[in-house]
DNA sequence: CATGTCTTCTTTGGTAAGCTAAGTATTAGG
DNA sequence: CCTAATACTTAGCTTACCAAAGAAGACATG
């Protein structure tokens, strides 16, 4: 490409085609380091990162249903009852009936899981936040505001598109096992 | 917490503590987002997320070691060369020997392997993208700048931090399986 | 009270992804 | 030629996940 045409497109013109690379690839760099990041405290705090990610569900919110942690994390009831019982084997967290409908099971963290997520607090979020906390009052605030506008682009999305993957059914017949979580 | 207080938390003092976790939670917002729709483009496309990964990665660079795709992806190369079996019964791509060291094999997208992707390219981020277009140029700048800030404060981290997550030993006798992916 | 229907959770049986450890070739260096 | 390193595969195992089928409480309605 020449020179001139060069500039043309990208002061003149600036199309966004480019701009939109760019999100793109900075997006799949926050995705891969969290992913990487994620494996790696999981590791370090002595759970795989779906455990560990119920464990702090369920730390965070006192006591949870499967069915709400299932509808949180995007997956199945089965799968919830896997995870929730390797961490009841490891006593990170206990089933308890509840009184007021006694199909439900109300899980809750032991002492000892809520001790584990003590002494290994969120690494990943510990660095960004040490990084996140550096900078200047206006940068933080355009960031949060940035990302949360990232977020909405693609939680809207979400309820729109759905339907449309879904139509995924063409090649292997599977109903929407994502339509759990509108809560 | 009474309003006064809240009142005075968030427009007098403006605690970044605040803004951290707001960044916090829209980041696990876009995770989470992208993360199920990964599960149902590759079900669209009849693929798995991994296995969709490794034909993304194959079409796009031509030809790629199990080598490369591992240390791409962060996996290990028993864990590669168990997708690209997947994908050669599928006939979507094909090993072929190196010639310069017989000991490589190059894997490259068969013309099936590269329609496939064609028929249905990421669904997320056309669907994002479309959302991303609509919007005015500065706030595309900003946009970019600000996920590439926060990538940079993930990636950055990385370095420091794996040695440091990587004492993770004290529990395991894992020895750094990421240690690859420095290119 | 009985009966049928929901809901909530667990069980079962199966697939995929991922790892480590142990091969098999092939190249490179004494 | 022999040894060491490299590149990949195989084998065996664990975890995550799902769908389908069960079990048991909740609830409405006859």
């Known amino acids: 490409m020449h020179l001139a045409a060069w500039c043309k497109d990208n002061f003149m013109t600036m199309k966004p085609r480019d701009r939109t690379d760019d999100s793109l690839i900075a997006l799949r760099r926050i995705l891969r380091a969290t992913e990487l990041y994620?494996?790696?405290?999981?590791?370090?705090?002595?759970?795989?990162?779906?455990?560990?990610?119920?464990?702090?569900?369920?730390d965070e919110r006192g006591s949870v249903t499967p069915k709400a942690l299932a509808s949180q994390m995007g997956v199945s009831q089965a799968t919830v009852t896997a995870l929730v019982d390797k961490l009841v084997a490891q006593r990170l967290v206990e089933r308890v009936q509840s009184e007021s409908d006694r199909r439900q099971t109300n899980v809750v963290a032991t002492p000892q899981g809520?001790?584990?997520?003590?002494?290994?607090?969120?690494?990943?979020?510990?660095?960004?936040?040490?990084?996140?906390?550096?900078?200047?009052?206006?940068?933080?605030?355009?960031?949060?505001?940035?990302?949360?506008?990232?977020?909405?682009?693609?939680?809207?999305?979400?309820?729109?598109?759905?339907p449309v993957l879904t139509t995924g059914d063409i090649k292997g017949g599977r109903k929407g096992s994502h339509d759990l979580q509108e809560n």
Do not use: C, N
């Not at 940068?139 to 909405?152: G, Y």
């Open 38 to 58: 994620a494996r790696d405290l999981a590791h370090a705090v002595g759970l795989t990162p779906a455990q560990l990610r119920v464990l702090q569900i369920v």
């Open 114 to 162: 809520h001790g584990r997520l003590e002494d290994a607090p969120d690494a990943l979020q510990q660095r960004y936040v040490r990084a996140f906390a550096k900078l200047a009052d206006w940068e933080q605030a355009q960031l949060v505001s940035s990302l949360e506008r990232v977020a909405d682009m693609m939680d809207a999305q979400k309820l729109d598109a759905a």
